[in-house]
């Protein structure tokens, strides 16, 4: 079991500037990919899906390429000096050419610096493609640990969970058996307290007996939500991505105990299909984090 949560890290040494690579991963329904990378590097794209196709099933996935801050900093702090002489000649014979009052102050200078800097260009995609393809494929390796490991964290508490909510399907199962007859029985003695004497042998009285013991059965809400919990016990054991299928069972676990919760006339019982719907709901957020 894998959660959709990671986070995992790179570093490529290249000649010409070190370079950083993150990679982070959030739940999501499908497959998402957001890549933050210089601009020449944009085409990259193509290439980081079909690595992280390889190792994801799904998720919105960050992937973030940046130069090494300290790098940058230091080359954006030189600038061509003659280009910033021959940028105030310029402008200083453009202004003195149409009469314009011209003073080399130190705020013209500071502007000027912007324009004249020095740096040095990032290496063109295709002479480092194959570096990137290493570095994102080590991030992604990372990434996928952390999220095995959370995953392994989910299976616990799903377990847990699961073991919880058969304990209260029993406890339901026990709450709610012979309801059919305890209100039958009912009947009847109202029935003659109130004067109106009523043959439980007429064959009218029996359907309607047989009809609502019908309605009162929890045997196949039951059987089914068993089934449910034993399937889902099954899957979170594999080592496939299951996320999509346990959201499944658990719609269908939430179905079931609905009806059984509509079906219930006994406070003990309906109070335990509460908790074990509230248990379901707890199953649920976890679910939505698993790849």
Same mark, same amino acid.
């Given at each position: 079991? !894998?959660?959709?949560?990671?986070?995992?890290?790179?570093?490529?040494?290249?000649?010409?500037? %070190?370079?950083?690579?993150?990679?982070?991963?959030?739940?999501?329904?499908?497959?998402?990919?957001?890549?933050?990378? %210089?601009?020449?590097?944009?085409?990259?794209?193509?290439?980081?899906?079909?690595?992280?196709?390889?190792?994801? $099933?799904?998720?919105?996935?960050?992937?973030?390429?940046?130069?090494?801050?300290?790098? +940058? !900093? =230091?080359?954006?702090?030189?600038?061509?000096?003659?280009?910033?002489?021959?940028?105030?000649? =310029?402008?200083?014979?453009?202004?003195?050419?149409?009469?314009? %009052?011209?003073? +080399?102050?130190?705020?013209?200078?500071?502007?000027?610096?912007?324009?004249?800097?020095?740096?040095?260009?990032?290496?063109?995609?295709?002479?480092?493609?194959? !570096?990137?393809?290493?570095?994102?494929?080590?991030?992604? $390796?990372?990434?996928?640990?952390?999220?095995?490991?959370?995953? =392994?964290?989910?299976?616990?508490?799903?377990?847990? +969970?699961?073991?919880?909510?058969?304990?209260?399907?029993?406890?339901?199962?026990?709450?709610?058996?012979?309801?059919?007859?305890?209100?039958?029985?009912?009947?009847?003695?109202?029935?003659?307290?109130?004067?109106? %004497?009523?043959?439980?042998?007429?064959?009218?009285?029996?359907?309607?007996? =047989?009809?609502?013991?019908?309605?009162?059965?929890?045997?196949?809400?039951?059987?089914?939500?068993?089934? #449910?919990?034993?399937?889902?016990?099954?899957?979170?054991?594999? #080592?496939?991505?299951?996320?999509? +299928?346990?959201?499944?069972?658990?719609?269908?676990?939430?179905?079931?105990?609905?009806?059984?919760?509509?079906?219930?006339?006994?406070?003990?019982?309906?109070?335990?299909?509460?908790?074990?719907?509230?248990?379901?709901?707890?199953?649920?957020?976890?679910?939505?984090?698993?790849?």
């Amino acid at each position: 079991m !894998n959660s959709m949560t990671g986070y995992g890290q790179a570093t490529i040494e290249l000649a010409e500037c %070190p370079l950083f690579i993150e990679v982070s991963s959030v739940n999501k329904k499908g497959f998402e990919l957001i890549l933050q990378c %210089p601009r020449e590097w944009q085409a990259f794209e193509r290439k980081a899906q079909k690595i992280l196709r390889r190792f994801l $099933e799904r998720g919105r996935i960050r992937i973030s390429l940046s130069v090494d801050p300290a790098l +940058r !900093n =230091a080359r954006e702090r030189g600038w061509d000096e003659e280009l910033m002489d021959a940028e105030l000649s =310029a402008l200083e014979n453009y202004c003195n050419s149409r009469s314009i %009052p011209f003073s +080399r102050s130190t705020e013209l200078v500071l502007k000027l610096t912007d324009s004249c800097r020095t740096e040095t260009q990032l290496p063109t995609l295709p002479s480092v493609e194959e !570096n990137l393809s290493q570095g994102l494929t080590q991030a992604t $390796e990372n990434m996928v640990s952390m999220r095995q490991q959370e995953g =392994a964290l989910l299976e616990q508490d799903l377990s847990a +969970r699961l073991s919880k909510l058969q304990l209260l399907l029993q406890g339901i199962e026990k709450a709610c058996g012979g309801m059919a007859e305890e209100w039958r029985d009912r009947l009847i003695k109202r029935l003659d307290e109130s004067g109106l %004497p009523i043959d439980p042998s007429d064959d009218r009285v029996l359907r309607e007996f =047989a009809l609502y013991a019908e309605k009162c059965d929890f045997s196949e809400e039951i059987t089914r939500i068993r089934s #449910h919990i034993e399937q889902f016990k099954s899957v979170i054991s594999t #080592h496939a991505p299951m996320g999509r +299928r346990l959201e499944f069972m658990v719609q269908e676990l939430s179905r079931e105990f609905n009806t059984l919760t509509s079906k219930s006339v006994r406070p003990t019982c309906s109070e335990l299909a509460i908790e074990a719907k509230v248990e379901l709901e707890k199953i649920r957020e976890q679910v939505m984090n698993i790849e």
